[in-house]
C-alpha cells in the first residue's frame, strides 16, 4: 500500500514538508510506503473549465506544462492522501487550490473511496478555516476523511520551530497512524469481498427557478 503526500507550499523543505515528513515516518513504520511530492515554485494553472479532460482527454488536463498530469499518474495508483498546505491569509495557498481543482476534476475517480487527510502549518491563526477548505475536497468524492487526536495542524515560521511543536507532530504522527489503520481495515474487507456501492449521481438540483 501507498500513500501519496502532496507538499502545497512553494518552500520545498519548510514547515508544511516537516509536518508531512512526521506523518510519513508513522506511516512507513506500519508499512506504508509514503512519497512526498513537491510542488515547488514551479508555475501552476488555473482551471478554465475547459472540459478537455472529459470530452478528449481521457482524464488528463489540457495543460502538459505544469505537474498535475504526473501527479494524476501516481494518484491512480495510490491507496491514500495527505494534502499539506501553509496558511496563507486564512487559506491554504492559491497555488495549491488551483491545482487541487483540476486534480479533483479532471482525475476525480483517482480519489473515490480511497482514505483522505489535510495538514496545514501556520504561524499563529487561519488553521482551521484552511483544513475546512481542503477536507472539502475529500468529502466532495467519496472519500473517507481521516482524524487525529487534534485538528492536523503545526505551528512555526520555519522547520526548526516546528520541531519545538511537540503537540503538532504529534498529531501528525496520529495522523499517520490511523490512516495506515484505517488502510489495513479497508484492505481487509476488500479481502472478504467487502466493497463500497457505486454512488447515486443523477439528482442535480438547480435553485435558479
Sequence with gaps: MKVLLLNGSTRKNGCVYR????????????????????MGDSPVWDCMGCGFCHSGGNGRCVYED????????????????????????????????????????AGGEHFKFKPGAAIVTARRAGTTASLDVLNKYF??????????????????TAPEEIERDEEG??????????????????EAGRERGITPRAPETDGWTNFIR
Aim: aromatic share 12%; with cysteine.
Design 19 to 38: 509536518a508531512l515528513s512526521e506523518a510519513a515516518s508513522a506511516l512507513n513504520d506500519e508499512g506504508i510506503e509514503t512519497e512526498i511530492l513537491q
Design 66 to 105: 505544469d505537474m498535475l498530469n504526473g501527479w494524476l499518474e501516481k494518484a491512480a495508483a495510490a491507496d491514500g492522501f495527505i494534502f499539506g498546505s501553509p496558511v496563507y491569509y486564512a487559506h491554504p495557498t492559491g497555488q495549491f487550490l488551483a491545482l487541487l481543482d483540476r486534480m479533483f476534476y
Design 139 to 156: 468529502t466532495d468524492a467519496c472519500m473517507p476523511v481521516v482524524s487525529s487526536t487534534y485538528w492536523n495542524m503545526a505551528h512555526g
Design 169 to 186: 507532530l504529534q498529531t501528525m504522527r496520529n495522523l499517520g497512524h490511523n490512516m495506515a489503520w484505517l488502510l489495513k481495515c479497508i
